[in-house]
C-alpha cells in the first residue's frame, strides 16, 4: 500500500468521519462502505430521522462501533457548525463527506432558490467547519474533505438548469481548494457521479444511461478517495460525453441541448437527501 492509502486507512480506524446527506442514496452507501472498510466511529446527518436510524444500524452491522445519527438542517450555518463541534469534540474527524444535495424538479421560484440553498450553501456551511476544524488539528494529522458534485457540472444542460449550475459551482470551488488547502497538508476531492439509484433519481423520467446501484458507485468513492484522486469522475464514457459536450462551440451545444429529454417531466417537488 501507499503512504496515501495508508493515511486513510489508519484516520478511519482512529478517527471520526463525517457524512451529510446520509439517509439515502450515495451518502448512505458510503457511510456502510466506509464501515466495511474498517471505520469506527462515523458521525452521519440527514433531514429524516427514520431512514438516518435504518442506515445506522446498517453500519453497526458493517462493523462500525459507534454511529451518531442526527437530524441536521445544513443549510442552517449556525446548526451545521455546532454539529461538526460537537462531533470533532467527541472524536476528532479525519474524513468529511459534504455529500447533502437536492433535485430541482420543476424549475419554480421555490425549487431554484432550495436547490441553491442546498448544493451550494450546505456544501459551503459543511466545508467551511471542516476547514477551521482541520486546521486547529494541525498539518499532521489526516485531514480530507470530500465534496459530492456531478456529471451534471461538467456542461450547461437546459434539462436541469438549476442543479447543473449548482454541481458546477462546488465542483469548481472544491478543486480550486485542493490547490488551496494543499500546503496545508488539507486534501480535497470532487465526486462527479453519473446516474445513481438514490431518491433523486426514482423520479426520473428521463433515460439514465450508464445506470449504477448506491452500493457500486460507494465502492468506486471510497477506494479512489482512499488514493486521494482529485477529480472522481465515473462512469468514464459519460465523464468523456459531457466533457465534450463542454468544449464543443456554443451554438452547436446549444443545439444539441435543446434536444435532450427532461429530467424530471412530471414532478414539481425537488428531492433532498
Known amino acids: 500500500m501507499s503512504k496515501t492509502t495508508d493515511s486513510f486507512d489508519k484516520a478511519v480506524r482512529e478517527s471520526g468521519v463525517l457524512i451529510t446527506g446520509a439517509s439515502s442514496g450515495i451518502g448512505a452507501a458510503v457511510a456502510i462502505e466506509c464501515a466495511r472498510r474498517g471505520a469506527k466511529t462515523l458521525f452521519l446527518c440527514g ?16 462493523g462500525a462501533e459507534r454511529v451518531k445519527a442526527d ?16 462531533c470533532d469534540a467527541e472524536c476528532p474527524l479525519a474524513v468529511v463527506f459534504a455529500n447533502a444535495g437536492r433535485g430541482t424538479a420543476k424549475e419554480s421560484s421555490e425549487n431554484v432558490r432550495a436547490t441553491f440553498n ?5 456544501v459551503v456551511n459543511t466545508v ?15 485531514a480530507q474533505i470530500v465534496i459530492t458534485a456531478s456529471i451534471a457540472g461538467y456542461a450547461p444542460l437546459p434539462p436541469c438548469p438549476s442543479y447543473a449550475a449548482t454541481k458546477a459551482c462546488v465542483k469548481s470551488w472544491g478543486l480550486s481548494l485542493r490547490g488551496f488547502l494543499r500546503p496545508e497538508n488539507i486534501r480535497v476531492n470532487v465526486v462527479c457521479p453519473g446516474f445513481v439509484r438514490s431518491r433523486l433519481t426514482d423520479r426520473n423520467t428521463c433515460p439514465m444511461p450508464m445506470f449504477m446501484e ?7 468513492i471510497v477506494s479512489r478517495v482512499r488514493r486521494d484522486i482529485g477529480l472522481i ?3 468514464w464514457p459519460m465523464r468523456l460525453a459531457v466533457w465534450f ?3 464543443l462551440p456554443w451554438r452547436l451545444a446549444a443545439a444539441i441541448g435543446r434536444v435532450l429529454p427532461e429530467k424530471n417531466a412530471e414532478n414539481t417537488q425537488g428531492i433532498t437527501l
Open 245 to 247: 459536450l463542454s468544449v
Open 71 to 86: 437530524k441536521v438542517d445544513v443549510t442552517d450555518a449556525e446548526a451545521v457548525g455546532r454539529w461538526m463541534r460537537e
Open 118 to 122: 442546498l448544493n451550494v450553501g450546505g
Open 233 to 235: 469522475a465515473f462512469p
Open 214 to 220: 448506491a452500493g457500486d458507485a460507494a465502492r468506486t
Open 47 to 62: 433531514r429524516d430521522e427514520g431512514r438516518l436510524a435504518s442506515v445506522a444500524d446498517a453500519c453497526r452491522a458493517a
Open 128 to 142: 467551511l467547519p471542516a476547514i477551521e476544524l482541520f486546521r486547529a488539528h494541525g498539518p499532521d494529522k489526516h
